[in-house]
T-cell receptor, first 116, second 118 residues
Framework: AQTVTQSQPEMSVQEAETVTLSCTYD???????LFWYKQPPSRQMILVIRQEAYKQQNATENRFSVNFQKAAKSFSLKISDSQLGDTAMYFC?????????????FGKGTKLSVKP | DSGVTQTPKHLITATGQRVTLRCSPRSGDLSVYWYQQSLDQGLQFLIQ???????AKGNILERFSAQQFPDLHSELNLSSLELGDSALYFC?????????????????FGEGSRLTVL
């Protein structure tokens, strides 16, 4: 069974600094998707970034980028120039390629606080 | 705004009762998913419907059931409620790209329904 592990329950960063959130996963599959979702105090789950396992190039979305290490089964999220609005829970998630589209497997989350 | 609407936003009820949570997916999305978020279990996939039919089932209790109606809205029914059922219940939707076509994996989540069982 696939598992997703986020080893940092809480992190904090100063505004404008850079922070990296860790995620490791376990799977025997070769093709899959990895995601980072953000859950601000408003509770809504918002997709931050997505990575297809077959792509070697790391995904980037503005200030957000990932470091995808397939052999190590590691998928970290880097937030550059942190903003107060980045304060949220961040969830790493895994989905099999071609599998049940809804069966996202989530990590326990990392609570990120951006301090002014 | 994701375009996914969930009602009610908050619900307080007693043990043994039954509640219904409602979800309207984004316009054009055929697939609806239900997730449960609790402090001890984290985010767990419950069930998926596609165009009215059950597509996949996760860790959904027998006391829980769901359906998707012809207008594509979905309802999650929770019965014989227990204290441990207190949680945030999310609905999500996505475009289903068809059999044999790679999906993008992106789900669009509603704001959730906060259920408190006393």
């Amino acid at each position: 069974a696939q598992t997703v592990t986020q080893s940092q329950p809480e992190m904090s960063v100063q505004e404008a600094e850079t922070v990296t959130l860790s995620c490791t996963y376990d799977t025997s599959e070769n093709n899959y998707y990895l995601f980072w979702y953000k859950q601000p105090p408003s509770r809504q789950m918002i997709l931050v970034i997505r990575q297809e396992a077959y792509k070697q190039q790391n995904a980037t979305e503005n200030r957000f980028s990932v470091n995808f290490q397939k052999a190590a089964k590691s998928f970290s999220l880097k937030i550059s120039d942190s903003q107060l609005g980045d304060t949220a829970m961040y969830f790493c998630a895994f989905m099999n390629y071609g599998g049940s589209q809804g069966n996202l497997i989530f990590g326990k989350g990392t609570k990120l606080s951006v301090k002014p | 705004d994701s375009g996914v609407t969930q009602t009610p936003k908050h619900l307080i009820t007693a043990t043994g009762q039954r509640v219904t949570l409602r979800c309207s997916p984004r316009s054009g999305d055929l697939s609806v998913y239900w997730y449960q978020q609790s402090l001890d279990q984290g985010l767990q996939f419950l069930i998926q419907y596609y165009n009215g039919e059950e597509r996949a089932k996760g860790n959904i209790l027998e006391r829980f059931s769901a359906q998707q109606f012809p207008d594509l809205h979905s309802e999650l029914n929770l019965s014989s409620l227990e204290l441990g059922d207190s949680a945030l219940y999310f609905c999500a939707s996505s475009v289903h790209l068809g059999t044999g076509t790679a999906n993008t994996g992106e789900l669009f989540f509603g704001e959730g329904s906060r259920l408190t069982v006393l």
